[in-house]
Nanobody, 115 residues
Framework: QVQLVESGGGLVQAGGSLRLSCTAS????????MGWYRQAPGKQRELVAV???????NYADSVKGRFTISRDNAKTTVYLQMNSLKPEDTGVYYC?????????WGKGTLVTVSS
């Protein structure tokens, strides 16, 4: 059973930065994409950023220009650098990995941005 473990969440003031990391418990073959989702209180989970096996990236409009997703294929690790954080970025951030028909989720890490 593959586990995804997120780290790097915490409390930060508006305008600050955080870097999230997500590492798989073992190597995953045939990864199609890795990404980050978030869920704010009372809202549905939404896509934040994704990176494909070919290196293509896609971002939610709300984070473009502020967040950067990257991955280390050798370590099956994905990162999310978050700059210029806003209170509306507050939520639980979940790591996701899709490998063919398999879909893995982490348990989430809480990001709180104070105004």
């Amino acid at each position: 059973q593959v586990q995804l473990v997120e780290s790097g969440g915490g409390l930060v003031q508006a305008g600050g930065s955080l870097r999230l990391s997500c590492t798989a418990s073992r190597m995953i073959s045939s990864i199609d994409r890795m990404g980050w989702y978030r869920q704010a209180p009372g809202k549905q989970r939404e896509l934040v950023a994704v990176v494909t096996s070919g290196g293509q990236t896609n971002y939610a409009d709300s984070v473009k220009g502020r967040f950067t997703i990257s991955r280390d294929n050798a370590k099956t690790t994905v990162y999310l650098q978050m700059n210029s954080l806003k209170p509306e970025d507050t939520g639980v951030y979940y790591c996701n990995t899709q490998a063919r028909v398999l879909n893995y989720w982490g348990k989430g890490t809480l990001v709180t941005v104070s105004s």
